[in-house]
């Protein structure tokens, strides 16, 4: 841990959103940074005109090892694997690995809450946002932020030890972490990610690791119904809370669904919190995170209130499930949160109407078997787009004439998937943007993926 920044020289390697945040906590603190990252000058132009009176040393268009030189720390952002040559060699010197969600733990004054999972993560965190936003009273302040929307490194002097912090935290922050937030949540553990990880037991490991480091005054969130995530409550430190729809055992305390009440369990008390029907998000993957946010929030403290005022009136977050427009008779909408197959799985089953899917971008090197199964049952048209292509195609196997898919459409960009969804389009059908791979083959995250799509869809007429 280190808390006297002052002179001393940090290499932070990816130069998006955490590693900026990064840069402007450790300069401000009096580090002297080196910013890198892979992209040219030119590419990143925007990025250093945005930055301009950030005083750090920038070397872009590569990673060459001689940054390491005369360096007291190096820190990576969340895209840069560990076997990067410049990471790896790092780490063969013996120079310090840290990075932003790690930095944060060791300075924040306030308890936080972490939230982690393979899916449903950032639904879960807005929704327990603002369940602390309810609780809060003035001059307290919620934090929300993480891998979503602001990294709150950079906003560390602002908080206060008597604020309440929730963050999301990926695979990718965890894996080299060794603080763990005071309240910790796995929401689920499915394969994810294995074009970083390699493999399903090195992803569990790097989840896992929000418990790892956890006291006996610490709480563990799990969900009682995925057994990957049930499965790490052997390793638990502190106490325990958890979810699913079916009632727990009577030893155990969390939340569950009953009469069609939300409800929850503990050793001195079953109470209601809330009618399910209250609950506007759709899909039953959806009602999980509701459980899994009421649990977090219920096991961190909340009053019942303020987790109720959390859910109530929520309709989702951007890129997630979001409806953008009614167009020729059908509803448009958003899903390009959904980088993987089991999250476009998800998206088919939150709907009754005829589905129009656009599927695609980059494979993380997942199995697409399962989703395809599903779209010969539920998806009328298949509009396919990106690196993906050939894979998911091969997976749907032989088109068979007169039966779901009724057509299959290949698209190299998701423009022109935009406009061929357009062509098949009828009324009463719902257009589906789940893509189930990675943006990174036409776009810089899923955020600039879905804000596209919203522009297109839009630009219809």
């Not at 002297?32 to 945005?50: C, K, P």
């Not at 009176?53 to 872009?60: C, K, N, P």
């Not at 602001?150 to 080299?176: G, H, N």
């Not at 020729?328 to 899903?335: C, F, I, L, P, R």
Request: hydrophobic share 45%; charged share 20%; aromatic share 6%.
């Amino acid at each position: 841990m280190m808390k006297n920044w002052q002179s001393k020289r940090v290499l932070i390697i990816g130069a998006a959103r955490q590693g900026l945040a990064l840069a402007q906590y450790l300069v401000a603190k009096g580090a002297q940074v080196t910013l890198n990252d892979l992209r040219t000058e030119q590419e990143m132009q925007a990025v250093i005109t945005s930055t301009q009176g950030l005083e750090v040393d920038w070397f872009l268009g590569g990673h060459p090892l001689n940054l390491l030189e005369q360096k007291d720390m190096v820190c990576i952002s969340g895209g840069v694997p560990l076997n990067n040559p410049l990471v790896a060699t790092a780490l063969d010197r013996g120079l310090p690995l840290s990075n932003d969600s790690q930095i944060f733990l060791e300075q924040v004054a306030s308890p936080v809450i972490g939230i982690t999972g393979s899916a449903g993560k950032t639904t879960t965190t807005t929704l327990v946002g603002r369940m602390a936003d309810a609780m809060v009273q003035l001059p307290q302040r919620a934090w929300v932020g993480g891998n979503i929307g602001t990294p709150l490194v950079d906003r560390l002097d602002e908080i206060q030890a008597d604020d309440l912090v929730v963050l999301e935290l990926s695979s990718f922050q965890l894996e080299i972490m060794t603080l763990s937030p005071q309240v910790a949540a796995v929401l689920n553990l499915t394969p994810n990610h294995l074009d970083r990880h390699g493999t399903m037991e090195a992803y569990r490991a790097a989840k896992a690791r929000i418990l790892d480091f956890q006291t006996s005054m610490g709480v563990a969130v799990l969900n009682r119904e995925d057994p990957g995530s049930w499965g790490l409550a052997s390793i638990v430190n502190g106490r325990l809370a958890t979810f699913g729809v079916q009632r727990p055992g009577p030893s155990l305390m969390g939340t569950f669904i009953e009469d069609n009440w939300l409800c929850w369990q503990d050793p001195t008390k079953t109470e209601r919190i809330m009618p399910v029907d209250q609950v506007t998000l759709r899909g039953s993957h959806n009602l999980a995170n509701v459980l899994a946010a009421c649990a977090i929030g219920l096991a961190a403290g909340f009053s019942r209130e303020a987790v109720q005022a959390g859910v109530r009136g929520f309709s989702g977050v951007a890129h997630r499930l979001e409806f953008v427009r009614t167009w020729n008779g059908a509803q448009w909408y958003n899903d390009s949160l959904a980088t993987a197959p089991e999250r476009s799985r998800a998206a088919i089953c939150a709907f009754d109407e005829p589905i129009v899917l656009l599927l695609g971008g980059r494979d993380k090197n997942l199995s697409w078997d399962e989703l395809a199964s599903l779209v010969k049952k539920r998806v009328d048209h298949l509009i396919v787009f990106g690196e993906a292509t050939q894979i998911i195609l091969k997976a749907m196997g032989e088109h068979e004439s007169e039966q779901r898919p009724y057509s299959i459409a290949q698209c190299t960009g998701l423009e022109g998937a935009v406009r061929a969804a357009s062509k098949v389009v009828e009324n009463g059908d719902v257009v589906l943007f789940s893509p189930g791979g990675t943006s990174f083959d036409e776009f810089i995250d899923f955020e600039e993926r879905g804000e596209a799509y919203r522009s297109w869809v839009n630009r219809l007429q």
